[in-house]
């Protein structure tokens, strides 16, 4: 369910509808699954004290290395726990993982092989089978539904609780347990505006009135910017969170980076112009919007003709997006299980990433032969990529 890293989030609405489809489903799935992850927190109040535990199984000697996703919840976890460990005296260094990367990648294992830091602290990049670097005491953080055992890993998810907290409020319960931290909620809210976590979450709340609605919501929109353009470098929106004290501060305080996440943001909205100008191609139940861009638009391109195309699943196909490969993102407002459609259709060198996410809001990313035989599959054979 993780591997699909989606920014592409549906809106609120869609989301909880889809959410809880998705629980019916992996409730049942996972069950072995959660007995296995039995020894985690299971509420709030036992967050610090399992951060703390793991920490306590680190190398001393060796600087710890936080990785985090690219999103705004992603980042703004890594924000707090980076703080909140140099606060501590644990100084880390940081990853940030972008386009395509995950951290149970041969390429990932190599690189932090080649590191070997004290210790790995994991945020919002999902809770996958096996060890990420065996050997090295590792703590994941994290919201998205699991999907394995993660070897020796402590396991910090908040995945199922009611409400469900994200990476970044996760995060800043681990960050109070070894510093103070009061001063980063503001990080938190970020994380959960972006991920539109819902609920009663008595943090959001606080933060809203501390800071303000407005100042968190256009904080969230610019931080989430670049990991949608072609560069993909989430660098100046981290360097912000991390030198920030406020929204205010990160959207007007006179930092270089904040221009440089504005023009992020016009990018990506010259490349969603162009995009949207093209027509849907239509064939039984699917419709196809196919185009070539070297930003993230395809879920927004995809999320956009959902609502106008009620009877159909939408399936918007970028082939610019990363040298290689064919990218897609799969909506629907039909309430047919994309998951199993695209199972039904999978081609034979699928990965991990195609057909994981959520049942109405999911998509893929393949190589030329398998999206050639993908699409002969279901009914546009001409639409071929040179192989
Ligand atoms: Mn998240």
Redesign the pocket.
């Known amino acids: 369910m993780i591997i699909f890293q989606p920014a592409e989030t549906p809106r609120a609405r869609d989301r909880r509808l889809v959410q809880v489809r998705t629980c019916d489903r992996t409730q049942a799935a996972f069950a072995p699954l959660r007995r296995m992850l039995s020894h985690a927190p299971q509420s709030p109040t036992q967050v610090g004290a399992a951060f703390q535990a793991a920490l306590d199984r680190f190398d001393p000697h060796r600087r710890p290395l936080i990785l985090g996703?690219f999103?705004a919840?992603?980042l703004s976890a890594v924000a707090i726990l980076a703080q909140a460990l140099q606060r501590a005296g644990r100084p880390a260094d940081i990853r940030v993982l972008g386009k395509g990367e995950n951290p149970w990648s041969p390429d990932l294992r190599q690189e932090l092989d080649a590191r070997q830091p004290g210790g790995l602290v994991v945020t919002?990049l999902g809770v996958r089978d096996g060890d990420i670097l065996p050997g090295v005491a590792t703590v994941l953080v994290d919201?998205?539904v699991p999907t394995g055992q993660p070897g020796d890993a402590t396991v910090i998810s908040g995945n199922g609780w009611v409400p469900e907290p994200?990476?970044s409020l996760l995060a800043y319960w681990c960050a109070q347990a070894v510093a103070p931290a009061d001063d980063l909620l503001w990080l938190a809210a970020l994380?959960l505006i972006g991920?539109m976590a819902e609920g009663n979450l008595p943090e959001l709340a606080e933060a809203q009135s501390r800071y303000g609605k407005t100042a968190l919501r256009d904080a969230v929109s610019l931080v989430n910017a670049p990991r949608r353009t072609a560069a993909a470098d989430a660098g100046p929106a981290l360097a912000l969170l991390m030198k920030c004290t406020s929204p205010k501060d990160l959207l007007k305080g006179g930092h270089p980076e904040t221009e440089q996440l504005r023009a992020a943001k016009a990018e990506v909205a010259a490349a969603l112009d162009g995009a949207k100008r093209i027509g849907p191609k239509v064939r039984g139940d699917v419709a196809m919007i196919r185009f070539a861009s070297a930003c993230q638009i395809h879920p927004l391109i995809a999320q956009s003709w959902r609502g106008r195309l009620k009877d159909k699943i939408v399936l918007a196909v970028n082939t610019g997006y990363r040298p290689g490969w064919i990218h897609f993102a799969a909506r629907t407002a039909t309430g047919v299980n994309l998951i199993d459609f695209l199972a039904r259709h999978r081609p034979p060198g699928a990965g991990t990433e195609y057909g994981s996410g959520h049942v109405q809001a999911t998509g893929g990313a393949l190589r030329p032969a398998d999206w050639n035989e993908f699409a002969a599959r279901i009914g546009f054979p001409e639409e071929k990529v040179p192989e």
């Open positions: 996703h999103d919840d992603g919002d919201h998205h994200t990476s994380g991920d």
